[in-house]
């Protein structure tokens, strides 16, 4: 858990120029990236550079390659380091029997990477929603119906029980695998709501719903007294968008309802998120916390088949890094849980087409199309029949 031990599929050679800058200039063995058998790389972090050494050297006894910084390079320094590994998937597989005889830190670092190497092998198959057990052999279109006065496309709209009920069976009819229903407002700059007006916008759609359609209820809430109430409802599943940043209260009631959570990256909160858009290693720090936050869920005791983590689009996001998000969504698969994403009619999208929320279907397509050819398994929409159409071609095309 320690090395944050991830792939990296570096898609445009941009990507590799910035991974050989963190790595202190020196570029990876050109022989060994030559002969990448594996369409990507291994980046271990907080390494000890002594036992990184001994993993370049691993590597290299294997025919692979393995790139340090320089200034851990020679033998001096034993402070943390970063290290990539370049090689076939048997090349780091015999590298990990030989670390594994080298001792316990050593034979740690082997496990982690040959546990990177199982996940992305085995990606998730099924997906446990209290009772429903949801075929991740396909994509799961999650219809959003947002209860709420302000949320950012559809504010307004559904505040009303009744026509809530009817938007969420019109979305089943349009193909929803689930429902995701929401009473606050996360779009940036939004104002938290006390947990007692989210209960009451949310509770009786979800009680209406429970007895009326057969897919799954996810209700998006941060707060443990929310999601309580919702569980004992019987709604399925709680989309935390802080990930648990208000602590494992939130998992506890996931895990005494034998529910699902989706957690997702966000820095601060949707109303001073945008000032904290900043990153050092986009990726490589989206997927540090998130690897931290479900493993605060387990420990809290919810089923590890029933959490999806979800990179968070448009939450402490540029445009720009929204759009990196997307397209290097494959690295995710590194921490080996579904993916979930959430692209619809957001704002990254009208940065590049200069278009308004209403006219964003198009562009969310694209989205949803890169998404699913990245590897989500659940894909968050407004505009149901639509995406469900591109969601299923977009498979078809991965699967070809
Ligand atoms: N996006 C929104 C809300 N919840 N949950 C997850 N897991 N992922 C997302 O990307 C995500 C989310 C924002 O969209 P919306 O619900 O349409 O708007 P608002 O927050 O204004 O209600």
Redesign the pocket.
């Known amino acids: 858990m320690s090395y944050n031990v991830r792939v990296l599929f570096p898609s445009q050679a941009g990507d590799l120029a910035m991974e050989i800058r963190r790595l202190g200039g020196v570029p990876p063995p050109a022989e060994a990236l030559a002969r990448l058998g594996f369409p990507g790389l291994v980046r271990l972090e907080r390494v000890p550079a002594a036992l990184a050494r001994r993993v370049k050297e691993a590597m290299e006894i294997a025919a692979g390659g393995a790139a340090l910084h320089p200034a851990d390079g020679g033998g001096g320094a034993d402070g943390p380091t970063e290290v990539l590994l370049g090689g076939s998937v048997s090349q780091m597989e015999a590298a990990c029997a030989r670390l594994r005889a080298l001792g316990p830190d050593a034979a740690d670092l082997a496990a982690e990477v040959e546990a990177l190497l199982s996940v992305l092998g085995h990606p998730p198959t099924v997906f446990r929603c209290r009772s429903a057990v949801l075929d991740l052999s396909r994509p799961q279109v999650v219809g959003?119906l947002?209860v709420?006065p302000?949320?950012?496309?559809?504010?307004g709209r559904y505040l009303d029980p009744g026509l809530a009920r009817e938007r969420a069976h019109a979305m089943v009819a349009e193909g929803a695998d689930l429902i995701?229903i929401?009473g606050?407002?996360?779009?940036p700059g939004?104002d938290p709501i006390p947990p007692e007006e989210e209960v009451r916008r949310v509770l009786p759609v979800v009680k209406t719903l429970r007895s009326e359609v057969r897919v799954p209820l996810s209700v998006?809430t941060r707060k443990a007294g929310v999601a309580r109430q919702v569980l004992d409802a019987g709604a399925d599943m709680i989309?935390?968008?802080s990930g648990l940043q208000g602590g494992p209260g939130l998992a506890r009631e996931v895990a005494v309802a034998g529910g699902a959570l989706?957690l997702?990256h966000m820095k601060g909160t949707?109303r001073t998120m945008q000032a904290e858009a900043h990153y050092r290693d986009l990726v490589g720090e989206v997927m540090a916390f998130l690897r931290t936050q479900v493993a605060l869920a387990e420990e809290a005791g919810v089923d590890p088949s029933a959490i999806a983590i979800?990179p968070?689009?448009?939450?402490a996001k540029r445009a720009e890094h929204s759009l990196t998000i997307l397209r290097r969504l494959g690295e995710f698969r590194s921490l080996g849980r579904p993916l979930?994403?959430?692209?619809?009619?957001?704002s990254f999208i009208g940065a590049v087409l200069d278009l308004p929320t209403e006219d964003r279907l198009e562009g969310t397509a694209a989205a949803v199309a890169a998404a699913i050819l990245g590897g989500a398994s659940f894909v968050?929409v407004?505009d149901v029949g639509p995406m469900v159409r591109v969601a299923r071609v977009a498979h078809a095309i991965g699967r070809a």
Request: glycine share 14%; aromatic share 8%.
């Open positions: 959003i947002n709420t302000d949320s950012f496309a559809d504010g995701d929401g606050e407002s996360t779009r939004a998006d989309n935390d968008i989706v997702m949707p979800d968070g689009i448009g939450f979930y994403v959430g692209p619809s009619r957001k968050r407004h």
